[in-house]
Structure formats: C-alpha cells, structure tokens
C-alpha cells in the first residue's frame, strides 16, 4: 500500500480567506498526486492531476486560479482554496498514483466555509 | 463517456454470510478494476486490484473479472458487521491513463 497523510483534517475559515491543504506521501515518492472533493452523499469527484515539477491538470469546470496546485516535491502536494465561499465547503481529498495503477488516498480533509 | 455501474444498494446480509457486490463497466479498454471500501465521513480505502480474468483472492475478500462481460465483483466471506460500509467500484484504461472511473458505490450493512 501507501501510507498518506493530510493537514489539517479539518479546518473553518471566513469567506473571502484563503486555506492552504498539504497531501504527503510518507513511504514513497510519489511523481503523480490527485485532488478529489466529495459533497456529502456524493461521488467523489477529480479536481485536478498533479505531476511533481509540472503544472497541475485541472478538470471541466474546475477554477485553477481558485483551487491553485503545487506538486513542488515527490513527497508534497498542497491545494489553496483562495477566496474561500460557503459552496466550497466539502471534502478535500488527495491521493497518490502507487506502481504506474494503484491509488491511496489520504485520510481528507473537512473543509467549512462560513 | 465511460460509466462505472453499481446498484446503489443498501445491501444488507447477516453476520457470517457472503456478500456479493457487482459492479459493470462500459469501456472494453478498462484494463484496471479496483475496489474501495469508504465509511461514512471517511476517505475510501483500497481493498482489492485485478487486471486479469479470474478470481483474485485476499484474505476474506475475493474480486471476480470477466472482461468478455464487463463485469467485476467482490465477495466478501464471513460478513462482519465492520464490514458495513460504501463498496467503491473504479476502473482505469491503463495506457498512461491513471484516473480512476467511479461507480456511485453499494451501500453495504452487516446485521449482527
């Protein structure tokens, strides 16, 4: 497996603030990280593809100037939600690509925007 | 578009007995079949990967492939009630590809 960790696991902030997760890979080095959001009772959903030294790949509808991706180590990526908004309250959570197919996911992290 | 499908479930078994979660696929490139087991307010968690046709067995859990019919399941012996979770159906088409398709997941509980 992967052993993955994020910080916070849970975090509140005022709308119109910025919030900064981190997603690191503790056993490996991990070149290719992903970015989900989960609302509850719903899929979860890909945000973006992070490649280590690379810009990150965003999906359809995805803001890559709100959700802004830096993949700047193979042990570390973060996701800043700039300009925070009650709608971006969810379910923040990152994993690792593991063997070219697996992915582990970290434990989340709970975001509520007020 | 590639959809992963599952039936929503719940599905309820009682203690000791298998449970049997289905899960078909419409891209007959999927090359990738992986099952997550995600708890309510948690992260999904990898339990099996298959890539070949057959049985895959780890443990109490046993995932089945049958690419001719885009099908793959996983069974789970001795159903314990902390067995009672969302069962995450995913696949990828390999190739350089790596993300994963979802079903919506099987709801699963475990009666004691």
């Known amino acids: 497996g992967a052993v993955v960790s994020q910080h916070p696991s849970w975090v509140i902030c005022k709308s119109g603030t910025s919030v900064k997760i981190e997603c690191r890979s503790l056993?490996?080095?991990?070149?290719?990280m992903f970015w989900y959001r989960q609302f509850p009772k719903q899929s979860l959903m890909l945000m973006a593809t992070?490649?280590?030294?690379?810009?990150?790949?965003?999906e359809q509808g995805v803001e890559k100037d709100k959700f802004l991706i830096n993949h700047a180590s193979l042990t570390l990526s973060t996701l800043t939600v700039t300009s925070a908004h009650p709608e971006d309250s969810s379910f923040y959570i990152c994993?690792?690509?593991?063997?070219?197919?697996?992915?582990?996911f970290g434990p989340g992290t709970r975001l509520t925007v007020t | 578009q590639k959809e992963v499908e599952q039936n929503s479930g719940p599905l309820s078994v009682p203690e000791g007995a298998i449970a049997s979660l289905n899960c078909t696929y419409s891209?007959?490139?999927?090359?990738?079949f992986f099952w997550y087991r995600q708890y309510s307010g948690k992260s999904p968690e990898l339990i099996m990967s298959?890539?070949?046709?057959g049985d895959k067995e780890d443990g109490r859990f046993t995932a089945q492939l049958n690419k001719a019919s885009q099908y793959v399941s996983l069974l789970i012996r001795d159903s314990q009630p902390s067995d009672s979770a969302t069962y995450l159906c995913?696949?990828?088409?390999?190739?350089?590809?790596?993300?994963?398709?979802f079903g919506k997941g099987t709801k699963l509980s475990v009666i004691p």
């Open positions: 994993s690792v690509l593991r063997d070219g197919y697996e992915q582990y």
């Open positions: 056993d490996f080095q991990a070149t290719t």
């Open positions: 992070s490649n280590e030294g690379s810009k990150a790949t965003y």
């Open positions: 891209d007959r490139v999927s090359q990738s």
């Open positions: 298959i890539y070949s046709n």
């Open positions: 995913a696949e990828t088409s390999g190739a350089g590809s790596y993300q994963l398709t």
